[in-house]
């Protein structure tokens, strides 16, 4: 085709649509075989090719959610528990009230539950508008704001920061007034 179109060497891809038979029988091969310097492929390849990459790519998001949820609940927790080390005091003036333990743990469930929406609300607002202006910059693909993401944004944190603020709480509403008191 490009000696008859006299413009030289310029086709180095032939994609194949077809189903039959000769493809199968060797159609790509000889192709191949008459134009080494093209690639010749069928559509079939390119599709399986193409779910190969999504599957890898949401292997690959699915390792960057844990890792981002291990991270961020280990954070939360390491601030609950220095939280409820800070005061101390403060619990034990609380408890010495008449606050039961429960009372206590709602308090710190409730910081919690807090963190966790500005957390989810900040992570889909930076989230979202990192997407609007990287997609068309790296993938040159136009991103639009799923809205659903911020529900599901919200439901996550808000669970990471319950889960990994539940035994620092706890603690928190187990400690003994009267050693809470004491001077450090």
Not at 22 to 28: E, F, R, T
Not at 39 to 57: D, E, G, L, P, R
Not at 74 to 101: K, Q
């Amino acid at each position: 085709m490009q000696a008859l179109a006299g413009i030289g060497a310029v086709i180095n891809a032939i994609e194949i649509v077809g189903c039959c038979e000769q493809i199968s029988k060797g159609l790509v091969q000889k192709i191949n075989q008459l134009l080494p310097e093209a690639k010749v492929v069928t559509i079939s390849q390119i599709v399986a090719t193409q779910i190969k990459t999504n599957h890898m790519m949401a292997r690959l998001s699915l390792l960057f959610l844990v890792i981002m949820v291990l991270v961020g609940g280990t954070s939360i927790a390491n601030y609950m528990y220095a939280n409820v080390y800070e005061r101390r005091r403060e619990i034990g003036t609380l408890m010495a009230l008449g606050a039961g333990p429960k009372h206590v743990l709602q308090v710190f469930l409730l910081k919690a539950l807090l963190l966790g929406v500005a957390g989810g609300v900040a992570g889909f607002l930076l989230g979202s508008t990192a997407a609007l202006w990287l997609g068309p910059r790296i993938a040159g693909v136009p991103v639009l704001p799923m809205p659903i993401l911020a529900f599901w944004a919200l439901v996550v944190a808000v669970a990471i920061a319950l889960a990994a603020s539940f035994f620092p709480a706890r603690r928190a509403a187990r400690l003994d007034p009267s050693i809470a008191l004491q001077e450090v």
